[in-house]
């Protein structure tokens, strides 16, 4: 009532008693109708608000976590998979999941993409989205980005001291009696693996030519096509 007096006393000819007590209705209505977003409890890539998940390995989210190492830094990383199921299982009226990634796991984006693709929910990117994140974000329906942000693509890569852990961890399973046997399985492997990601582009309604182009940029360079290409391609599209 206080608030009520003193505009009375500075604007007299404004309110009456009956008109200052709807407008505080409407604002205290207008407040309890927007949720809160919902933090507490989520590793530091994630949150959710109302009805989608927002996902961002760029910008550790979660407030008060102090040493964010084991949500696996600014990346992609193996161990979101099991943390995004959680969520979506826990929160199932989520329709979208927002993204904001510069890329990372290979296997934790395809992961990812499939439980995206399976609750047939919409993405959209707010910020970028880049390499790995890309397979995310064409597992949704609906795909759409806000002004200003970027989709890029690029080569994938494999560094030399992963290659080498991954010799020395299954050169005996695999009957590799030299690196030079290693190699020969790499070159295969590879060519599998280029087919089997234009296959899921195209899949998922994207031009086979520009799934073609998206090979050409070297792994420490992105390209990023322009929005009308990117809706000329079928990346974004407003219809499943």
Partial sequence: MLGYVLTRFMYPHLLSLERYLAIMLALCTAMVAFPAVAREGLPAKFMVDGTTLIYDTDN???????????????????????AFQNILESNPAITRVQLNSGGGSVYAGSAIAELVEARALDTWVVGECVSACVDVFLAGQKRQMTLGS????????????????YYRLWRKDENWATPFEFGTWIYRDTQAEVFRHLKYMMRHGVDPVFAIETLKTAPEEVWYPTRLRLMAAGVLREKP
């Fill in 150 to 165: 970027r989709i890029g693509f690029h080569q994938r890569d494999w560094s030399p001291k992963a290659v080498q852990s």
């Fill in 60 to 82: 550790l989210l979660s407030v008060g976590k102090g040493d964010s190492s084991n949500d696996g830094g600014g990346e992609i990383g193996d161990e979101d998979i099991q």
